[in-house]
């Protein structure tokens, strides 16, 4: 079948280098894409919300199947444009409809809907420019540490955890009143902070059956030791040594199988990719967010680790065998390390040289997905802050981590940067 791949991150690098394995592909487009993905498929230079040209190049490559990489177009309603086209209708479009999609587009609205199928969530409240005033109050009496969350897309930067009343009502006013993240924080929802440790899982849907297809751990701060600035990730590991069998039966149990259901209670019109950001607090899982689709980095861990053919399951989401495949991994652990540009997550530099990529890529049991980088003549140069990620593969975790480090070490760009100690507290 062909294939259109929506996106340009390191997600879809690794999303383009797992389909192109499958024997059911047979051309594999991607929108836009990058230099990681050009060896790949064939890069198209249509944007992720350009929906009409998107349907039209669908239409004339005789697209079967569509992969959405990003939230936005998601959170836009492109399932829904192409489901409603009739040219378009018969195209399998891996993602959430619109309306589904709001479990990522809106705080509020997946908070409610955890509410309403009795899903672990932390307590919260949420409020507008309208109740600001209260907002102020309710943050003066909640207590410490607070979670603040604007409550639409901010680009994995909308989440403060702040330790102080006062640094709590600034990033209130700075959300609410100054429009920090424009019209995603116009509403904030204000979280009980959850002590633990934040893991992902992740599930393919066609909104009555799922199969698990991965879980991580990913590495937000940008310094080691988690100190630092918050990011989009500095690097993960898969799989994750405490989450054993009993942790993913209460997983299960208490949370995906009551999201699944909730989909077809509410009428949640859902076939694709359901990232569950889980709190593991001594033992007992609960959800902070979901996100409509893979994560990044994790993505990057999660796909070398799965032994299934990845367009067979997606094909199976379509064709109601979901329930019926067998899902398979590879032996060992696998961990992903980011390497950044210089200053980032504040302000960085572009369009700077990078070498040495196809070294890492022939080193030992590793891979290189790129995520922020771009072409500048026959050079890949950087484009983004997070620029590109290593994953490797070892027996044990910490033999992963250093065989990903191993490879890393082949490349360079004036700036670089990564954390050296990914997967820290899983000792050998």
Same mark, same amino acid.
């Given at each position: 079948?062909?294939?259109?791949?929506?996106?340009?991150?390191?997600?879809?690098?690794?999303?383009?280098?797992?389909?192109?394995?499958?024997?059911?592909?047979?051309?594999?487009?991607?929108?836009?894409?990058?230099?990681?993905?050009?060896?790949?498929?064939?890069?198209?230079?249509?944007?992720?919300?350009?929906?009409?040209?998107?349907?039209?190049?669908?239409?004339?490559?005789?697209?079967?199947?569509?992969?959405?990489?990003?939230?936005?177009?998601?959170?836009?309603?492109?399932?829904?444009?192409?489901?409603?086209?009739?040219?378009?209708?018969?195209?399998?479009?891996?993602?959430?409809?619109?309306?589904?999609?709001?479990?990522?587009?809106?705080?509020?609205?997946?908070?409610?809907?955890?509410?309403?199928?009795?899903?672990?969530?932390?307590?919260?409240?949420?409020?507008?420019?309208?109740?600001?005033?209260?907002?102020?109050?309710?943050?003066?009496?909640?207590?410490?540490? /607070?979670?603040? +969350?604007?409550? &639409?897309? =901010?680009?994995? !930067?909308? #989440? @403060?955890?702040? *330790?102080?009343?006062?640094?709590?009502?600034?990033?209130?006013?700075?959300? /609410?009143?100054? +429009?920090?993240? &424009?019209? =995603?924080?116009? !509403?904030? #929802? @204000?979280?009980? *902070?959850?002590?633990?440790?934040?893991?992902?899982?992740?599930?393919?849907?066609?909104?009555?059956?799922?199969?698990?297809?991965?879980?991580? !751990?990913?590495?937000?701060?940008?310094?080691?030791?988690?100190?630092?600035?918050?990011?989009?990730?500095?690097?993960?590991?898969?799989?994750?040594?405490?989450?054993?069998?009993?942790?993913?039966?209460?997983?299960?149990?208490?949370?995906?199988?009551?999201?699944?259901?909730?989909?077809?209670?509410?009428?949640?019109?859902?076939?694709?990719?359901?990232?569950?950001?889980?709190?593991?607090?001594?033992?007992?899982?609960?959800?902070?967010?979901?996100?409509?689709?893979?994560?990044?980095?994790?993505?990057?861990?999660?796909?070398?680790?799965?032994?299934?053919?990845?367009?067979?399951?997606?094909?199976?989401?379509?064709?109601?065998?979901?329930?019926?495949?067998?899902?398979?991994?590879?032996?060992?652990?696998?961990?992903?390390?980011?390497?950044?540009?210089?200053?980032?997550?504040?302000?960085?530099?572009?369009?700077?040289?990078?070498?040495?990529?196809?070294?890492?890529?022939?080193?030992?049991?590793?891979?290189?997905?790129?995520?922020?980088?771009?072409?500048?003549?026959?050079?890949?140069?950087?484009?983004?802050?997070?620029?590109?990620?290593?994953?490797?593969?070892?027996?044990?975790?910490?033999?992963?981590?250093?065989?990903?480090?191993?490879?890393?070490?082949?490349?360079?760009?004036?700036?670089?940067?990564?954390?050296?100690?990914?997967?820290?507290?899983?000792?050998?």
């Amino acid at each position: 079948m062909n294939i259109l791949l929506i996106g340009s991150g390191g997600r879809e690098h690794a999303l383009a280098w797992k389909m192109a394995q499958s024997h059911h592909c047979d051309q594999l487009f991607i929108a836009p894409g990058n230099p990681g993905t050009a060896s790949i498929g064939t890069n198209i230079a249509i944007d992720i919300n350009d929906f009409e040209g998107l349907s039209q190049f669908a239409i004339e490559k005789a697209v079967d199947m569509i992969v959405v990489g990003p939230e936005e177009p998601l959170v836009n309603g492109i399932y829904d444009f192409f489901a409603q086209n009739e040219a378009t209708t018969h195209i399998n479009v891996i993602g959430p409809s619109k309306n589904a999609a709001q479990l990522e587009g809106s705080k509020a609205f997946s908070k409610h809907f955890m509410q309403r199928q009795g899903i672990p969530t932390a307590s919260y409240a949420e409020f507008t420019k309208d109740n600001y005033e209260e907002g102020k109050k309710y943050i003066s009496e909640h207590s410490l540490p /607070i979670v603040l +969350k604007a409550d &639409g897309l =901010a680009a994995g !930067k909308g #989440v @403060i955890i702040a *330790f102080s009343h006062q640094e709590a009502l600034q990033s209130f006013e700075e959300m /609410i009143q100054n +429009k920090q993240f &424009g019209a =995603a924080s116009s !509403k904030v #929802v @204000i979280e009980q *902070f959850l002590e633990g440790i934040e893991v992902s899982v992740f599930a393919l849907t066609d909104g009555k059956n799922y199969q698990i297809i991965g879980h991580a !751990k990913d590495y937000k701060r940008i310094g080691e030791g988690d100190t630092g600035l918050n990011t989009g990730g500095m690097g993960c590991v898969s799989p994750v040594p405490f989450m054993d069998l009993p942790f993913m039966e209460k997983v299960e149990r208490n949370i995906i199988q009551p999201t699944i259901n909730g989909f077809q209670k509410e009428g949640l019109l859902y076939k694709g990719f359901v990232f569950f950001g889980l709190m593991n607090c001594g033992g007992e899982p609960y959800v902070i967010e979901y996100n409509c689709r893979l994560g990044d980095p994790e993505t990057e861990v999660i796909l070398p680790r799965l032994q299934t053919d990845l367009v067979s399951l997606l094909a199976a989401a379509d064709n109601g065998t979901l329930e019926d495949v067998n899902i398979e991994f590879n032996d060992g652990a696998f961990a992903t390390v980011m390497a950044v540009s210089g200053g980032y997550p504040g302000s960085y530099p572009k369009d700077i040289k990078i070498t040495g990529i196809e070294a890492a890529n022939t080193a030992t049991n590793s891979l290189v997905f790129q995520a922020g980088t771009g072409f500048q003549g026959e050079d890949i140069v950087t484009k983004g802050g997070r620029v590109l990620t290593v994953t490797a593969k070892g027996n044990q975790l910490q033999e992963a981590v250093q065989n990903a480090k191993n490879a890393l070490s082949q490349i360079q760009f004036e700036g670089m940067y990564f954390r050296k100690d990914i997967g820290y507290e899983f000792p050998a």
